[in-house]
């Protein structure tokens, strides 16, 4: 018997390209930037008057004396100044039927433009039942019956400090 001569194994062709890659660009190094002292531009609520702690009373003397006026009920105010980062004081109402949701906040907005305090926001829907006023500093929840009593907000802060009503006014 003849031994087999072992097969050659041959590798792959290459297949040759008539393109060639694009040679890659160099980029530069970035400059040295040079930090001055930045220009003073004023805070977009420069020009609003925000309530400072001592001269909260001042604005809620007139959104307790406004909302009293129109008859709301159960008036809370809680210092959450200590609890909240979003705001010092909430103003808790309730409003017996949704006209007379709408007439508060109307009487509201009118005491606050009187102080010339900025209104950040109102949240208000038809029908729901609840008006949420955002000042910044001061935040008011208008409630009707049945919706103070589902939220509890009163309970959910109940480390805040609730302020007697009879001193604002």
Avoid: C
């Avoid at 160099?26 to 531009?41: C, D, E, G, L, Q």
């Avoid at 004396?65 to 808790?92: C, F, G, I, P, R």
């Amino acid at each position: 018997m003849k031994a087999s001569k072992p097969k050659k194994t041959t590798a792959p062709k290459k297949v040759a390209t008539s393109k060639k890659a694009p040679a890659l660009k160099k980029i530069p190094a970035p400059k040295k930037v040079v930090v001055s002292k930045p220009a003073k531009v004023a805070a977009p609520r420069a020009t609003v008057k925000r309530v400072a702690k001592n001269a909260a009373p001042a604005v809620l003397k007139k959104i307790v004396a406004a909302l009293d006026d129109k008859k709301a009920e159960n008036l809370q105010v809680l210092d959450v100044s200590e609890l909240s980062s979003l705001t010092n004081y909430l103003v808790l109402g309730t409003a017996n039927s949704d006209p007379h949701l709408r007439a508060l906040r109307v009487e509201l907005e009118k005491a606050i433009d009187s102080e010339k305090v900025k209104i950040l926001g109102i949240d208000t829907s038809k029908g729901s039942g609840w008006t949420v006023v955002d000042m910044f500093d001061v935040m008011v929840h208008l409630f009707t019956p049945e919706n103070r009593d589902k939220y509890r907000l009163e309970l959910l802060w109940r480390d805040a400090k609730t302020l007697p009503i009879e001193s604002f006014r």
